[in-house]
T-cell receptor, first 114, second 112 residues
Framework: DAKTTQPNSMESNEEEPVHLPCNHSTISGTDYIHWYRQLPSQGPEYVIHGLTSNVNNRMASLAIAEDRKSSTLILHRATLRDAAVYYCILRDLFGGTSYGKLTFGQGTILTVHP | DAEITQSPRHKITETGRQVTLACHQT?????MFWYRQDLGHGLRLIHYSYGVQDTNKGEVSDGYSVSRSNTEDLPLTLESAASSQTSVYFC???????????FGPGTRLTVL
């Protein structure tokens, strides 16, 4: 799987938008971009994923650069409950030998201040 | 509601003992996974299964085994626990053909 690069940590204030970046310069044309987050003392949870177009769901938005070499997870109004480690993961559409498996990096630790 | 559960949530054992961690999901997912999480290493894949009677080794499988006798369960066995296996263990499942995984709450294992 192609490699992703994320900042180690970011900080935000409650009620403000948060933009979490992810660089994936070696992304292939069939790689989906997935985001998971892990709240303290919990298992990871799926946030969002996309291929080329920007995506929105009830949790967040995913903005994908036109060249697909980077993406940004957007939390529109951060709450204290959004404090977590956020992981950006690439997954090949066709899976191959790595079908179904997720490779987690170190992620970005998001701190939300009241 | 469908869910994925792990038991026990906390376990303390001694070096050399056999330990089995349970994972049960009610989504009827074909794919199941076991990860361990340690400080400085993130989540690493131990074993995974794409269906009944199917098991595969992941990145860090030495000292661990799994068996899949039904769709709902994928127990993880530490044949002879070692202090290096002190960790938090997460089980996950996903529907066949998708990458969206649903994780359990984790089991914190301490090997003394």
């Amino acid at each position: 799987d192609a490699k992703t690069t994320q900042p180690n940590s970011m900080e935000s204030n409650e009620e403000e938008p948060v933009h979490l970046p992810c660089n994936h310069s070696t992304i292939s044309g069939t790689d989906y971009i997935h985001w998971y987050r892990q709240l303290p003392s919990q298992g990871p949870e799926y946030v969002i994923h996309g291929l080329t177009s920007n995506v929105n769901n009830r949790m967040a938005s995913l903005a994908i650069a036109e060249d697909r070499k980077s993406s940004t997870l957007i939390l529109h109004r951060a709450t204290l409950r959004d404090a977590a480690v956020y992981y950006c993961i690439l997954r090949d559409l066709f899976g191959g030998t790595s079908y179904g498996k997720l490779t987690f990096g170190q992620g970005t630790i998001l701190t939300v201040h009241p | 509601d469908a869910e994925i559960t792990q038991s026990p949530r906390h376990k303390i054992t001694e070096t050399g003992r056999q330990v089995t961690l349970a994972c049960h999901q009610t989504w009827n997912h074909n794919n199941m996974f076991w990860y361990r999480q340690d400080l400085g290493h993130g989540l690493r894949l131990i074993h995974y299964s794409y269906g009944v009677q199917d098991t595969n080794k992941g990145e860090v499988s030495d000292g661990y085994s799994v068996s899949r006798s039904n769709t709902e369960d994928l127990p993880l066995t530490l044949e002879s626990a070692a202090s290096s296996q002190t960790s938090v263990y997460f089980c996950a499942s996903s529907e066949q053909g998708t990458d969206t995984q649903y994780f359990g709450p984790g089991t914190r294992l301490t090997v003394l």
